[in-house]
DNA sequence: GGCTCGTATGATAGCGCTATCATAACGGAA
DNA sequence: TTCCGTTATGATAGCGCTATCATACGAGCC
């Protein structure tokens, strides 16, 4: 068992020659046909006769043959990999956008590399240029604040470019997302109509949708004269449950009468659910609380919370449609897509 | 604009030479040296002079040179791959794993290319033949339930595996996990001890490591003989908070002194315990609740709720040491590595 | 019948890198 | 001095696939 184990080095062969596995020739030498007829068969089965297929098809099951990705990609220029790069693995925004671009792609031939920006330009703009020396296919990035170096390497990248989670109005290449600061301003609108009047901000992490979010928060009280510097607490942590409560604590020490929040997302909202719940603050009552994403648990949580329902699944869905489609030469409706995001109002700011 | 948009396809060159971006050649002519030079003083530097070195360092920086990684993979039979399968995205657990894969990855060669087997043992099946194809450095794979099939292929494969989550003494290589059945040992032998003697199990999806703690749960209670087959309550929809109380309401329906509830994950504790706060069912006096993972929200949850802590960011991080190890050839202290798990007694068990 | 044209197949030559073997240079032991 | 072993560098030959050009062949046309 141990010597089983130990024998699983690297497993580099002590012979150069031979992976052990099929190749494209022994497939040929079988179907008694030339090795590009057999890459073509796989590739392009329209440009071979049905009876070729036939022959290569047998052949390529009875070997069990599987191209080798790297092989072809050397070859043709061009790997069959789409580099995906999200700030966050924890954040579930963007474990959802994650699945809607999985499932785009369904079982084709397209492969993942993901990568982690951890947040941070500089680490973005080290992936990009990671993922850029392997000729993926398309890249998929977060967000539209690359660093103008980053902005350079993806203008001059000769593959499809998508730019996910925000709107905006210059591309790179393609962009799909929704107005994170209309999402703030109408949140805070609907806080003002409900009546509320010291409405605070909550937000944690602050990247530059956060800011977004705020400055849209901003806008929609200063429309109604009701800003005030001290309303808004927000903390470079990263967001948890625990923080919003932390958070609804010292908004309170600053203001007194606060009488609603709006958390830069449904986590933050959460913890300050609990927190109300246990200083005994009577929501909506006494305080309006309203998220931002619209978590399923916003809907079941007592009281049930408002929310800004975001497009995170279709995002990732119609990216890796766009990607499809620029790759297969089918035309683009538009380059910038809008998905929009609805607020889903709910007890915690009916007053 | 528009135009520039469009220009941008596929972007296969019109002539096959030169993919404009500098080669090993390149830079071997521009530091006066043979291509295997400037390999060697990129992968080995020791094995080559500090002055050559010097020349070579130069000549990169001034070309930009980047390895292509598919030519590398191509000639050395051995991609810089690590292939990660996890059964869903958008389970927290696995996104603390990945983490943990990706921090212990640091900034080194190693890409992770992830596979989504939405917990099925084919499309497992599917992906690792997938992932096989281009010789990964090594292969991550969650829980140990493989196909007979999926078993034997990575029995064959010669790179590294580790299988991650679950706790075993048969792996195929290396295992990193903890022990499902113990954790629901022993979190309902707790709420034995804390005095709750009808005590209900609400679990959703019911994926091997589900069946594993409801398992453990059984076997706690059958041992104080106060198993009942009705206090179990599953459904095979994925998890979710606002199934929780659903599960809760079924639950009740069939045993009505239920008094006590183990839930399958931490998303139905707490769809479980917004159901008890709007149905008016004290917790924990009439209804203790415990979850399991431990997520941050159970701890500032109003009464916080008792969970079983799992080390889901530790197995990636220790997962990765692993595979880092046995490619540089350093010893494995044990491949079957037992995490462990620890319960968190919260206020909704406290009788 | 000779010609062009389109379709199906093949031969050749790499893609950019590294495994392998060969060679050179040097120091120390006999 | 001669021989051997060691270290640093280079030449060569692929890895497995596909782009490109070449060829064969039949259909259709004047």
New interface residues.
Partial sequence: M?DD?TS??????ASRRG?GRPTIADVAKLAGVAAITVSRALRYPSQVSAELRAEIDTAVAQLGY??????R??A????DVIGVLVPS??N?VF??T??GI?DGLG?GPL????G?THYSPREEE?LI??FL???P?ALIVSGIDQTEATRQLLESA????VQIMEYGDDPV??LVGFSHFDGGKVATSHLIEAGYRRIGFIGARMDPRSQRRLAGYRSALEAAQLFDPKLVTTTLTPS???L??QLLADALAKVADLDAVFCNND?LA??VL??C??AGIAVPHRMAICGFND???M????PSLTSVRTPRYEIGRHSVQMVLD??A?RPIAS?IVDLGFELQVRESTML
Avoid: H, W
């Fill in positions: 141990t184990i699983r080095d690297q497993g580099r062969k992976s599987a191209p080798d990705p790297n092989a990609a050397l043709s220029a061009r790997a693995l924890t579930i474990a959802d994650l699945r999985y079982d492969q993942i590399q993901m982690n080290r240029r990671m020396s392997q000729r296919s000769d593959c499809p470019i290449d393609m948890r449950v625990s919003g409560g986590d959460m913890g609990f927190e719940q246990r978590l399923d648990m809907r079941v949580a007592y620029r790759l030469g380059p």
